[in-house]
């Protein structure tokens, strides 16, 4: 057995966290061949075994995984991202980052200018599908998720609380009977989710309002639920944050309804213990924090919106 070379463990971190060669490749601006060759060099100098091949891609081996906390450690001391220097061209390390539309919207209009600023070094990939993503292939290596992670060598913490509501156009309302209470919704017209896509048990927002409550036009995207809320099309559930930008729309039952939910960042535990990962950790947590009142609707909050 020799001692593996910084440059390969570089081509094994990026296989790992890319789950395939092709993908490593684009990353680290090379070709698949390239990669492919640098692994079987680093197994050769190990002796071992690191990655299977499977349909799904690389998946590491218990050697491996065993190797995967050594290569990390090495990769934040060799520095590979200063954040208080000027980016250069090659040296910039992916992040992929998941989460759901309605804080991707959050982020994207608010955080995202201050963060490519703060970390001029970091590739930073958004992905903002309705599906939580698989953390232990690292298909994201930071995911805000409505849930907190409680298995796993994973840790969550709790990002912001947002506040929804039931919103319907002014004209829908006046077209309807008198709504009283919750009682009086379930023969409504009402936007929701597909009911078998529901990823997460906190989306389940009609049966927490009335167990009777039947969605009639439904869909897995938030904003398509605002397009068809604004187009007079039903009541739906919509995060204040969201809604409140939308003069149309009205708050039903402002006092009787009101449902509370957290954003919670979550990442494995190793990863977190990088001193890249924590600092981008630690944006996140502070300018969540500073912006947490603009999630919530007061209680006192007077006028429909």
């Known amino acids: 057995m020799t001692n593996p070379s910084w440059d390969d463990l570089q081509f094994f971190l990026a296989v790992v966290r890319e789950g395939q060669l092709s993908r490593a490749a684009r990353h680290l601006g090379t070709s698949h061949v390239t990669v492919s060759r640098r692994i079987d060099r680093l197994e050769r100098a190990l002796n071992c075994r690191l990655f299977e091949r499977n349909p799904r891609g690389y998946e ?66 958004l992905v903002t599908m309705p599906q939580v993503l698989s953390l232990s292939r690292r298909e994201a290596d930071i995911s805000i998720t409505l849930d907190p992670v409680t298995s796993g060598p994973y840790r969550s913490e709790r990002l912001a609380d947002y506040t929804l509501h039931l919103y319907a ?49 439904k869909s897995s995207s938030i904003f398509n639920q605002l397009a068809a809320v604004r187009s007079g099309l039903g009541i739906g559930v919509l995060p204040w944050y969201i809604a409140a930008k939308y003069p149309e729309l009205q708050i039903v039952l402002p006092e009787r309804v009101r449902l509370t939910r957290s954003y919670w960042l979550t990442c494995h535990r190793d990863l977190r213990m990088m001193q890249w990962v924590r600092a981008v950790v630690g944006f996140l ?21």
Do not use: C, N, W
């Open 60 to 125: 590491p081996t218990p050697a491996g995984q065993r190797l995967i906390e050594a290569a990390e450690r090495m990769e934040e001391a060799a520095g590979l991202i200063p954040l208080d220097q000027a980016a250069a061209p090659g040296q910039a390390r992916p992040l992929r980052l998941a989460m759901p539309e309605g804080f991707a919207s959050l982020f994207s209009t608010h955080l995202l200018a201050d963060f490519t600023r703060r970390f001029p070094l970091i590739a930073l990939e």
């Open 169 to 217: 156009t002014r004209p829908l309302l006046r077209s309807l009977p008198a709504i009283a209470g919750p009682q009086d919704l379930p023969h409504l017209r009402f936007i929701g989710y597909i009911e078998e896509m529901i990823f997460a048990p906190g989306l389940d927002y009609l049966g927490e309002i009335h167990p009777a409550i039947r969605a009639s036009v």
């Open 285 to 305: 947590s502070d300018s969540l924090a500073e912006r947490g009142h603009e999630l919530l609707r007061p209680m006192d909050h007077a006028g429909p919106g």
